[in-house]
């Protein structure tokens, strides 16, 4: 199982992105699909995540500006960014929650990172 994380660049800030994590290979199913931010010399926060069968949940920061979607028929999960500031510079990574079986516990897979730098 390989995450693939894009999207993240240079923006100003009030702007938005749009970052994209596809999931390939063989399993069975993906349960939470998250994402984390690393901001420089900080340790990895949860930004958001999305189950199967509830309402999204965010971190207080980025709630009514953030929001996390998922589509299951493409294994990806998509954070929309707006109204960014320099506080959300950061490497943001998807994590994923994969069940490679039906009777198989879920194990955490992350993707390579992608980074967004919003500049004042």
């Known amino acids: 199982v390989q995450l693939q994380a894009s999207g993240g660049g240079l923006v100003q800030a009030g702007g938005s992105l749009r970052l994209s994590c596809a999931a390939s290979?063989?399993?069975?199913?993906?349960?939470?699909m998250a994402w984390f931010r690393q901001a420089p010399g900080k340790g990895r926060d949860l930004v958001a995540f999305?189950?199967?069968?509830?309402?999204?949940d965010y971190a207080g920061s980025v709630k009514g500006r953030f929001t996390i979607s998922r589509d299951n028929a493409k294994n990806t999960v998509y954070l929309q960014m707006n109204s960014l500031t320099p506080e959300d510079t950061a490497v943001y990574y998807c994590?994923?929650?994969?069940?490679?079986?039906?009777?198989?516990?879920?194990?955490?897979?992350w993707g390579q990172g992608t980074l967004v730098t919003v500049s004042s």
């Open positions: 999305i189950t199967g069968g509830s309402s999204p």
């Open positions: 994590n994923c929650n994969i069940q490679s079986s039906a009777w198989s516990s879920g194990y955490d897979y």
């Open positions: 290979g063989s399993f069975f199913s993906i349960n939470r």
